[in-house]
């Protein structure tokens, strides 16, 4: 049989070399298998390892198109390194943080303490790191007790660990129709089926949630009512009482994600404090502190605390112990609330900006958001849209990236603020208004 790893690997070589452009359209499948002298099942293999590797996407009714590939960097807006101005990515690390961490590294460097630390880390941490992820995760109208906080390597094991603990391989998981990416391949990689669920302006729709369990039931439901990523909205309060009030009725558990949640000072009370029985918490340190600190948390009910510490442990998803200790020493020592406090200044600014630059563009996002959503003009597809970017320096996220199902993504773009310099953002914002206002015709053609 016909290998579509080679298939596959001839297709990306005529990506790399150019022979295929960000943009381009693939032939029809059917096409491409008769084109190739290939079956239509090894064709369809092919189209699916080239998404896996994020080198095209799939967009239903419209075909498969060649991904924004690495641009030539443009003068105007590069870094004096030539590196393209990164919207993709949400990231975010403040110039003061570093000096703020090392001082807190101090403790470690006794032999004693380097000792314990350079020791295994377990999935239930320590007294010490309980006590200071409890203080950290606690939100208006909730505060974990520290004996229910599990640790994880980084934030994607936590989710991984929970959705393990919840849905069986083979089982289905409820998401919001448009979702963070990392849960699609966690839910592949563990054999679990997602199932998008409507949602609206508010976030989810508990009565789609309803629907769908009821025509095929699933074993949990992932969300993200702060600061949803791509939406970068926040479900409000009421809201979150009915998807509190159908968990219990469904019976059902959730995972909710706070990855994002300590940016709004003032932004409403978990979805835990509302179905604390019902709701596995989720989090991490990489977006308070930096991508390259990777602690996560995660936050059962009693009746499920030992079925998530087992599926943490049985997955190698624990943290490492001296990760776990820095950060014990960076939460106790004020170090870690220091920062989230400029980060949400950091934040507002940004979003501010966006504001400013693309005023009366269909934007959505929170007053204190790194990312936000983006509706585009209608003579813009989103994929057409990212290549106009990436050949002007820029590169930003299609909706097909976070888009479950087999419903046709939306005409929109994610647009992470985080990554370059306030400045930088400010450019990169007026060239993608000026990209949105012309049309594809006006891509120029080398």
């Not at 000096?99 to 470690?108: C, F, K, N, Q, T």
């Not at 002007?392 to 199902?405: K, L, Q």
Request: proline share 9%; hydrophobic share 50%.
């Amino acid at each position: 049989m016909e290998d579509y790893r080679r298939v596959a690997d001839e297709v990306a070589a005529a990506i790399a070399a150019g022979r295929l452009r960000p943009g381009d359209r693939l032939p029809p499948q059917r096409a491409f298998a008769r084109d190739r002298r290939i079956a239509a099942s090894t064709a369809s293999r092919v189209y699916g390892e080239l998404a896996r590797r994020g080198l095209v996407v799939g967009e239903v009714g419209r075909g498969t198109f060649v991904r924004a590939a690495e641009p030539a960097p443009v003068p105007a807006l590069a870094e004096p390194t030539g590196a393209k101005v990164d919207l993709e990515l949400s990231s975010p690390v403040l110039p003061e943080q570093s000096a703020l961490l090392a001082a807190g590294l101090g403790r470690l460097l006794r032999p004693d303490v380097l000792d314990a630390a350079l020791g295994p880390g377990r999935v239930t941490g320590t007294a010490a790191a309980r006590e200071a992820a409890a203080a950290l995760l606690a939100a208006p109208g909730w505060r974990p007790g520290p004996g229910s906080v599990l640790f994880a390597g980084n934030g994607r094991q936590a989710i991984a660990g929970a959705v393990a603990a919840l849905v069986p391989p083979g089982g289905r998981l409820a998401v919001e129709a448009l979702t963070y990416p990392v849960i699609k391949g966690v839910a592949a990689r563990l054999g679990v089926t997602l199932v998008p669920v409507a949602a609206d302006g508010a976030g989810l729709r508990p009565d789609a949630l309803a629907d769908a369990h009821r025509a095929a039931p699933f074993g949990a439901v992932y969300l993200q009512p702060t600061l949803h990523n791509p939406h970068g909205t926040t479900m409000p309060p009421r809201r979150r009482a009915e998807v509190a009030a159908a968990l219990e009725r469904l019976g059902l558990h959730a995972i909710e994600d706070r990855v994002w949640a300590f940016l709004p000072a003032d932004g409403p009370e978990p979805l835990a404090a509302l179905a604390g029985d019902r709701t596995v918490v989720v989090d991490s340190l990489s977006k308070r502190l930096a991508p390259g600190l990777t602690l996560g948390f995660a936050v059962p009910p009693a009746a499920l605390a030992g079925r998530v510490a087992a599926a943490l442990r049985s997955g190698a998803w624990g943290p490492a112990r001296f990760a776990l200790d820095a950060a014990t020493g960076w939460i106790a020592g004020g170090a870690v609330g220091e920062i989230t406090r400029a980060k949400r200044a950091d934040a507002a600014a940004r979003s501010r900006i966006v504001t400013e630059r693309l005023a009366g563009a269909a934007v959505r996002s929170g007053p204190c958001s790194y990312f936000c959503w983006w509706d585009l003009p209608p003579q813009w597809r989103a994929e057409t849209f990212v290549a106009a970017a990436a050949r002007r320096g820029i590169a930003v996220t299609p909706a097909a990236a976070f888009a479950v199902g087999t419903g046709a993504a939306p005409r929109a773009v994610r647009v992470g603020l985080a990554s370059p310099p306030p400045e930088t953002l400010g450019r990169a914002l007026d060239v993608l208004a000026e990209i949105a206002a012309g049309g594809p015709e006006d891509i120029p053609i080398d």
